[in-house]
């Protein structure tokens, strides 16, 4: 590529955690201008993939889309088409537009296997939409809990309930309380020499013990950072842009709640210290909330928790 592979936001965190001439060597050998095959393939046999985007006011979206597998397809390595439209209720209604950056995040929970594409929107339309990638690259299997999707298109309700608040509601709150995975969508929005395929939109995957996302009593929410790849896309992101857009699931209900919250790293300190395994902390003030009832038409086996959170503590009661 003959722009960094990272951006300012990126390398800044890489340095501080002392990684920085590694992923200097390393990034350009693994983050790529197309996709492999076998990432093209991935995604095909998908029944959903999770979108990062931005809407007009500069707030980040972490939105889900779903259906059978194959409504995802490549028919070149630098492009993936999206045979879907959004949700009842989910922000991706109203930011999905050609020319758009976007994220997209391929996960299948049950082999733990994910692969992420960052991109531009391209030939939006009654059927759904492509991306064209701008950067391609996989995740590691950690902190991903084995529970394997089915599409149930029979399960999606025509209307469902949509709840709009500026903060958390009790039914928010249960939610959070239970969660073991949550899905985050951050953007790059510095104004330097020019970030190229580095800069746009991410959304990525954060996983933990039930409860590991820690609902204070101001409402805001404290989320342990574990040990990953050290890009630091998702960080990186909110070095230089504090907003950042949050989506959970209730596997069983279908539930779907996206959050608009600006964010925070708390890098070292007493709290950091209690939670054993946590690198850094995310500390997110919840600025709105949308949750909507019944909405996602996926049905989950069993869950199995990550092997890698064995390590891991818990919030001290």
């Not at 001439?21 to 959903?48: K, N, S, T």
């Not at 993936?80 to 989910?90: E, I, K, N, S, T």
């Not at 296997?113 to 759904?128: A, C, F, H, I, L």
Request: with cysteine.
């Amino acid at each position: 590529m003959s722009f960094p592979t990272f951006h300012e936001g990126e390398r800044a965190v890489q340095q501080r955690v002392g990684v920085r001439e590694r992923l200097e060597q390393l990034g350009p050998r693994v983050i790529r201008d197309f996709m492999p095959d076998q990432h093209r393939e991935f995604f095909a046999q998908l029944p959903f993939v999770i979108a990062g985007t931005v809407d007009a006011a500069g707030q980040p979206w972490a939105s889900v889309l779903a259906a059978a597998p194959g409504f995802v397809r490549s028919p070149d390595p630098y492009t993936l088409v999206v045979q879907a439209q959004p949700l009842a209720g989910d922000p991706l209604q109203g930011t999905l537009a050609n020319g758009i950056a976007m994220g997209l995040l391929g996960l299948e929970p049950h082999t733990r296997r994910r692969n992420r594409m960052n991109g531009v929107v391209q030939g939006v339309g009654s059927s759904g939409f492509a991306v064209q990638v701008s950067q391609s690259f996989g995740n590691c299997p950690k902190y991903i809990q084995a529970r394997e999707p089915a599409y149930l298109p029979g399960r999606l309700a025509s209307k469902p309930a949509v709840r709009d608040a500026p903060q958390l509601d009790a039914a928010a709150r249960r939610m959070l309380e239970a969660a073991d995975t949550l899905f985050i969508a951050t953007a790059y929005t510095g104004h330097g020499a020019g970030a190229g395929p580095a800069g746009g939109v991410d959304v990525s995957h954060r996983g933990g013990k039930p409860g590991f996302v820690r609902v204070d009593a101001d409402g805001s929410l404290t989320v342990p950072d574990f040990l990953g790849n050290f890009f630091f896309n998702t960080l990186g992101n909110i070095a230089v842009n504090p907003r950042a857009g949050l989506l959970f699931m209730d596997f069983d209900s279908g539930d779907l709640l996206y959050l608009a919250v600006t964010a925070e790293i708390v890098w070292d300190g007493a709290e950091l210290q209690s939670f054993e395994g946590a690198q850094r902390l995310l500390r997110c003030r919840v600025q709105a909330m949308r949750r909507v009832e019944a909405s996602l038409p996926l049905a989950w086996g069993p869950s199995v928790l990550s092997p890698a959170l064995a390590s891991t503590g818990q919030w001290p009661l």
